[in-house]
């Protein structure tokens, strides 16, 4: 059974031989550590479950690490004296593994790639082995899934301890921001705001929020945690889990936050994956009903791909109609839980009409894009989509630039990087035009031409 569940931040310069005198900077946090070895201890569970962004991580596959047993030191952080030896609770991944197959959620483990403990594990685990080492691990590392694919994984995790008798305790490893200050990894004002936001929703187990969070403001943060919470709030889903804040500082321009939460019994109406799940099915529906030609064209011909494996063939109604008259550029996105799923197009027209066009391009956004496997079936009900209609693109200027207006086109010979306006987390003509001569392959000694266009946007 579980019996308690914790989030802790894991910054190596928290343990002593690693800090070197820099801990002192983070009392607050080493203090936290403190209580909850102790309270672990006292509790003296057979498992520990350790959510880590540092573990093996695919895009499409939550990976949960396999061994018997895994060694993992400080040698990275200049010390390797500290150590750990580890034996794990084969028994639980083997059901965690087959349940997760079992409820179609891509989770296993298989493909690992790195047998050696992370320090996302290693640094909550320094304080935790001091005063208890009577138990198993379990550890499991995060994907580019989408959160509520996440929580169904946590309320797996659940399921498997109860399944097990074992008397379980989950650590969600993770820091917050990245960029509370001006560091390596750069300032922005979204740090603060992600930090505040997340702290709220922990301090109130209000895990339905932390579903519903704004992925740009989790790209703007940098955080590196959100998913990791993610798991452990699906594990708390329909039990009554009572938080208490334990500390929150941020002094070296990454925030590191500690909540803990006591299981105390059973609590259906904290079920907050199915109501997820449920106002995201009605908010689908309302875009549906509301969705113009446009979108509703790309979502038929994706639709029709991926169930059948062949390409949507138009009416003679359809290709008789408005969008048959015209022939422009387009660019397809599609969604699934606010998170971009898919996006394919051209910068000038490919085809003899729009609806060709938006057919060809809603077709390789869910088939083609080379960032995401394949849309599966079972996913549909859960995308929408958008059509962006380019207007022709012209030379342009950095200063005549606005990526809340313009789209910019990027090209140094044949290479070229491309990126649609008004996208979130991009603010700046700057941030536009790195981002696109990221994509196009553009090296920073190559001399490159910019273009500007326009776009019409269809939901």
Known sequence: MLQAAYVLPHPPLAVPEVGRGREVGIKDTINSYLQAANEIKALSPDTLVFISPHATAYYDYIHISPSASAYGDFSSFGAKEVAFNVQYDTEFVKVLSAAAKACGISAGAEHEQEKTLDHGVMVPLYF???VYKNCSLVRTGLSGLPPL????FGTLIGETAEKLSRKTVIIASGDLSHKLKKSHYGYAPEGEEFDN???????RADFLSLLNFDPALCAAAGECGYRSFLIMAGALDKKRANPRFLSYEGPFGVGYGACAFDITGIDDARNFGEQFFSIQTEKIMKERKAADPYAALARLAAEHIVKTGKSFAPSKELLGGELGKTRRAVFVSCKKD???RGCIGSILPTCGNLVLEIIRFAEAAVMHDPRFPPVGQEELEMLSYSVDVLEAPEPATFEELDPKVYG?????????GVLLPDLEGVNTAREQVEIAIK??????AEKYSLEKF???RHK
């Open 128 to 130: 935790i082995d001091k």
């Open 149 to 152: 694919e996440h929580y169904k």
């Open 197 to 203: 936001l997340v702290m709220d929703i922990l301090r």
């Open 338 to 340: 606010g998170e971009l």
């Open 408 to 416: 910019v086109i990027v090209s140094a010979g044949s290479k070229r």
């Open 439 to 444: 994509k196009g392959g553009i090296t920073s």
């Open 454 to 456: 326009k776009v019409t």
